[in-house]
């Protein structure tokens, strides 16, 4: 499995961007999907993640409200929608894809957010 990440870049703030993270395998039915951050200097943190089957959903309270993670019309893709984009979102972004107790990283995007 190769997860590619995409769609970073720079952005001021309240402005918004769109990830996509997409599978090489063609499909996430059956893996729950997450996308986490980490900040130069700073550990990776959870950002949002959903489970293909069901589309339960989860966020960080940090995101909540300002983010939207969502299932692609093709099976293979999933997308975070950052709205309203603050200073300290910026990070490099990376997507993982859990099914059982395999877990697999994609390479990362940075989202730069200026003031």
């Known amino acids: 499995v190769q997860l590619q990440a995409s769609g970073g870049g720079p952005v001021q703030a309240g402005g918004s961007l769109r990830l996509s993270c997409t599978n090489s395998?063609?499909?996430?039915?059956?893996?729950?999907v997450g996308w986490f951050r980490q900040a130069p200097g700073k550990e990776r943190e959870f950002v949002a993640a959903i489970k293909w089957s069901g589309q339960a959903t989860s966020y960080a309270d940090s995101v909540k409200g300002r983010f939207t993670i969502s299932r692609g019309t093709a099976e293979n893709t999933v997308y975070l929608q950052m709205g309203n984009l603050k200073p300290e979102d910026t990070a490099v972004y990376y997507c993982?894809?859990?099914?059982?107790?395999?877990?697999?990283w994609g390479q990362g995007t940075l989202v730069t957010v200026s003031s």
């Open positions: 395998e063609r499909t996430f039915r059956r893996y729950v």
């Open positions: 993982n894809a859990l099914r059982g107790v395999n877990s697999y």
